[in-house]
Structures are given as structure tokens and as C-alpha cells.
């Protein structure tokens, strides 16, 4: 069955704001572990959607959201097993299956906010430095409002505060994956994009004022 390019991306947006709105509300009225543990499924259903409505339609965006994918894993490994980059921290139970410490769904996450950030961005009539500069800033800011729920979800601790150079080391990886995206002009569908981001930044901003 052949869809609609408007019809996917109506139906998509829908599903993300569902699931995302229903978790904000089941977890608000007292649900909070049963949405957590179906925090997997959430993530693979939104990787599905942007696979299906961005999309990633040939061989260079496909090879660089596998680069993308091991560059977050490598990063994320050499924090979790090493506290280097990062600082010090350990993955909690909620983010799925695990590689030597680090959810694959934590790749696919890195990946996923790069591709769509930098959709995001594309229109602005500014120099590409600042563009990118702009989208790894976006991306820092969603890992921000994930860093204050994060312990409490029992996605990830770190040992004491969560150090500056987290956002640091964040943004310099968000930087360079905005580099290869400009490199070899990968562009994708921005309204999803923005649905998937901003759902997400409400997702945890919602929970950063509203504890639970």
C-alpha cells in the first residue's frame, strides 16, 4: 500500500504526540513504571516513524546514521566504562538491551537528534557555521532537560552532579555530526523533524517542572 507523502506525515505526528501525551498523563496520575518500561518501544516507534516520513531513502543517509550510531555508542561506551568525555555515570534499566553498558537505543537516539536537528535549522538565512553551531546547540539543550529526569527514570546516574563537560563533549560530537550532514548535503523532511524534537523537549521539560 502506497501512502501519501502529507498523509504519513499527519499520521506520524499523531502517533508521536500520542504516545508522548499519554505517558505525560498515565505517568502524571500515578503510572509512572508502567510507561517507563515501555520506554524501548517509544524510542524504536519513533525511530520507525522518522525512518518512514524523513526519510532515510539512500545509501549516504544511511551510512551516516550508522556512523552516527557508532560514534554516540563509542562516545557513550568510553563514558560509561572509562568516564572519559562525559564523567562519571551508569545506564539504569529503562533504556533497553545493552552493549558493555550502553542501551543501543542510545546510538539510535544520537543519530535520530542529529538528522533532525539539523532539518530544523535548514532554513535559516544564516552562515552554516552558525547553523550548525545552532543545531548541536538544539541538541544540548534536549540532553539538558533528560540530564534533570534522567535519575529519577532510572535512564542514567552520574556520580554527584552532572559535570560541564557533559554539555561540552555533547556539543563538539553534535558539532561534528553537523559537519558530515552539511558535507554531504543530507536534508530530510523538517515538519517531522520538529514534531519528533518537540515532543520530546516537552516530554522532559513537562517532567523537569512537574516531579513524579
Known amino acids: 500500500m502506497t501512502f501519501q507523502p502529507q498523509f504519513r506525515l499527519w499520521f506520524a505526528a499523531f502517533l508521536i504526540w500520542l504516545f508522548n501525551i499519554s505517558a505525560i ?88 537528534l542529529a538528522f533532525t536537528t539539523a532539518a530544523i535549522v535548514s532554513p535559516l538565512k544564516v552562515s552554516i557555521y552558525i547553523k550548525m553551531a545552532f543545531a548541536a546547540g538544539l541538541m544540548v539543550l534536549l540532553d539538558y532537560f533528560m540530564e534533570q529526569n534522567a535519575p529519577n527514570f532510572d535512564f542514567w546516574t552520574f556520580e554527584g552532579h552532572v559535570p560541564l563537560k557533559n554539555y561540552i563533549t555533547w556539543f563538539v560530537i553534535g558539532f561534528l555530526m553537523q559537519v558530515f550532514l552539511w558535507k554531504f548535503k543530507i536534508s530530510g523532511n523538517r515538519a517531522i523533524s520538529m514534531h519528533l524534537y518537540g515532543a520530546q523537549l516537552l516530554f522532559f521539560i513537562y517532567f523537569f517542572l512537574v516531579r513524579v
Do not use: Q, R
Open 25 to 112: 498523563i498515565g505517568m502524571t496520575i500515578g503510572h509512572k513504571e508502567w510507561f517507563l518500561v515501555k520506554t524501548p518501544l517509544n524510542l524504536l516507534i519513533n525511530l520507525s516513524l522518522f525512518f518512514w516520513v524523513f526519510s532515510i531513502n539512500d545509501i549516504k543517509k544511511a551510512l551516516l546514521f550508522l556512523l552516527f550510531f557508532a560514534m554516540g555508542m563509542f562516545a557513550e561506551w568510553l563514558g560509561v566504562n572509562y568516564g572519559i568525555l562525559f564523567g562519571e555515570y551508569v545506564y539504569g534499566e529503562n533504556l533497553g538491551p545493552k552493549l558493555d553498558g550502553v542501551p543501543l537505543l542510545i546510538g539510535c537516539f544520537w543519530a535520530l
